[in-house]
């Protein structure tokens, strides 16, 4: 008789880093370009925004160029939406991968998380290196702060995509609406503005905005001698971290009634 072999499961760091190299090489999988999609749209967002600027003979509210400013107000809610956007689609997109035990939800969406803290680091890399370089805008004044502030805005991602991932297992029409209730959040995250220019009735009711918060901490960081009315590091935070343990309960009661069965 030839004694079975015990084969010991990979533990959670080796489950995780090969769920991320297969997400990596998924994603955008079938095309020419491949994952170089996941920094050309970025790239194209701030393009057409920057173009709109010239094309309208706007000014930016603050004494720095506009592909700049542009830049810094658009890549934390890229950052954000691109990150909620992989969570809500990871689980289905890897429901076959729940049959391999122990690869649980938490292993997908945390490869998804990191892949997309690559990213973010990664564009913001390319993004405001290739504006200082074409276009000769001064590199930021506190760089940690830049940095800090848009990791916020990829964790409060997590916090909310993985949610949306949770809330998606107990309903198809949440998750189909997501895209929809993330489209307002464009114009109160302060791309095209800052919170100096706004009344303070304004501010006082877009406060309550953590993307205006995490803007204004990365234009804080950024410019030397802005200084923002209202930004706050602790508020998104708090949103970040609140939905994020909000998503614990929905996902483990999914997971115990299975669901998502019908989907696999």
Known sequence: MIAAQHITPPNAFTRIAVLVERERRTRFSGGKLGYLWAYITPVVWIGLIV?????????????????????????PYL??????????????????????????????????MLLEAFNMLTT????????????????????????????????????????????????????????????PLFWLSGIFYTATDLSQEMQNL????????????????????????????????AVGAFFFLASVPLEIFATRRRIMRGRL
């Open 124 to 183: 913001a890399v390319l993004i405001f290196g290739a504006v200082t370089v074409l276009f000769g805008s001064a590199l930021p004044a506190y760089m940690p702060g830049v940095l800090s502030s848009l990791a916020l805005a990829w964790g409060i991602g997590c916090g909310i995509g993985r949610f949306v991932a949770a809330a998606g297992m107990l309903s198809d029409a949440f998750a189909r609406a997501v895209p929809l209730i993330l489209r």
């Open 206 to 237: 877009l406060w309550y905005s953590p993307f205006l918060h995490i803007t204004e901490l990365v234009r804080q960081s950024y410019f030397l001698g802005y200084t923002s009315p209202i930004a706050s590091m602790w508020y998104p935070v």
């Open 79 to 112: 950052i954000f939406r691109q990150t909620v956007t992989a969570l809500s689609r990871t689980l289905t997109a890897s429901r076959y991968m729940r049959y391999l035990r122990p690869v649980s939800n938490n292993d997908i969406m945390s490869a998804t």
């Open 51 to 75: 173009a709109l600027f010239w094309v309208l003979q706007r000014t930016p509210p603050i004494y720095v160029r506009a592909e700049i400013f542009i830049a810094t107000g658009i890549l």
